[in-house]
């Protein structure tokens, strides 16, 4: 069965300061992966998505960077936190060459003082 | 994909009852799926319906398709405590692996 891991739970960074969340996959092979945020009271957003080692897509602009060193690796990073980067960021994966069915992880709550 | 819209907002109902939850998006569709967020984790796949599907079962849910109105309800039959939670619809257009796109979701309360 697969397995999706994010660590850590809970984050309390200040701002300016850099960010690491990681996100690996057990149990399967070149999945899709994503990165989605969410903040107090709203839907999520997709941040990033990933369909294979080295290709990242962007959704939208902003202060976050996203990395994929390995087949079920799944990194997202800042180099400077800015207060609006605060939220729950869950990673998420899908059957290679599928993007419906979506299976999630239990996300890390980033708090930006 | 593209998003979903849920109604309403926010739901309060007793355990026992049926619990509605209406989505609604803008374009084609090939499928829509309905998840659940109990609060402070992450989502759970519920159920997937195909456009060429108009109604699909699943333990407690059921869920409808209306594509030419584009719209999707949610049905959980006997409400219990344990389905409160967020739930979220996605709309996705084709096959590829692009992110899905949901709403502000539909906020169930059950009342003991």
């Known amino acids: 069965s697969q397995t999706i891991h994010q660590w850590p739970a809970t984050l309390v960074q200040p701002v300016g300061s850099p960010l690491s969340l990681e996100c690996t996959v057990e149990g399967t092979s070149n999945p899709n992966l994503y990165w989605y945020r969410q903040a107090a009271g709203r839907g999520l957003q997709l941040l990033f998505y990933s369909v294979g080692i080295g290709q990242i897509s962007s959704e939208v602009p902003q202060n976050l960077s996203a990395s994929r060193p390995q087949d079920r690796q799944f990194i997202l990073s800042s180099k400077k936190l800015l207060l609006s980067d605060s939220g729950f960021y869950l990673c998420?994966?899908?059957?290679?060459?599928?993007?419906?069915?979506?299976?999630f992880g239990p996300g890390t709550r980033l708090t930006v003082l | 994909s593209q998003q979903g819209e849920e109604d309403p907002q926010a739901l309060s109902i007793q355990e026992g009852e049926n619990a509605t939850m209406n989505c609604s998006y803008k374009?084609?569709?090939?499928?829509l799926q309905w998840y659940r967020q109990n609060s402070g984790r992450g989502l759970v796949h519920l159920i997937l319906?195909?456009?060429?599907?108009r109604e699909k079962h699943s333990g407690r849910l059921r869920v409808t398709l209306d594509t030419s109105k584009k719209s999707s309800s949610l049905l959980i039959t006997a409400s219990r405590a344990a389905d409160t939670a967020s739930y979220f619809c996605a709309a996705t257009g084709g096959g590829g692996a692009d992110g899905l796109t949901f709403g502000k979701g539909t906020h169930l309360i059950i009342q003991p």
């Open positions: 374009t084609s569709i090939n499928n």
């Open positions: 319906i195909r456009s060429n599907e």
């Open positions: 998420a994966w899908s059957w290679a060459g599928r993007g419906d069915t979506q299976y």
